[in-house]
């Protein structure tokens, strides 16, 4: 996906994007205002300029796994546990952004 940032010399866009990402995460695990419909427009939207669907799970995923990486030995079971239920939820949003939100 890096040939679609080429605009973004100082990574400003990517780094209001993972930022859009954490809010999304922080409002799915919570009151889930609005995360889900959020992820499904994304999905479609993004789709517009080329990035296939499925690339939203593999980047929640590799979101999942540098948050592991830099906690280290503090990452828990739980934690673990809670990640993978949280990565198995998105990807409905992911995979249907044609549905209404599941209730």
């Known amino acids: 996906m890096e040939a ?4 973004d010399s100082t ?20 009151p889930r205002h609005y ?3 959020l992820i499904q427009c994304e999905v479609v939207n993004h789709e517009q300029v ?3 669907p499925d690339i939203f799970g593999t980047f929640f995923g590799v979101v999942g796994e540098t948050v ?7 990452w828990t079971a739980e934690m673990e ?10 990807d409905y949003y992911v995979t249907h ?3 209404m939100a599941k209730t």
């Open 50 to 52: 080329g990035v296939p």
């Open 35 to 37: 995360a889900s419909q």
């Open 11 to 30: 990574g400003a866009i990517k780094g209001e994007m993972l930022a859009k990402v954490f809010e999304a995460i922080l409002d799915f695990i919570g």
């Open 81 to 90: 546990t809670a990640w993978t239920r949280l990565l198995a939820d998105l």
């Open 97 to 99: 952004p044609e549905q």
């Open 4 to 7: 679609l940032f080429w605009r």
């Open 68 to 74: 592991k990486d830099i906690l280290g030995a503090d």
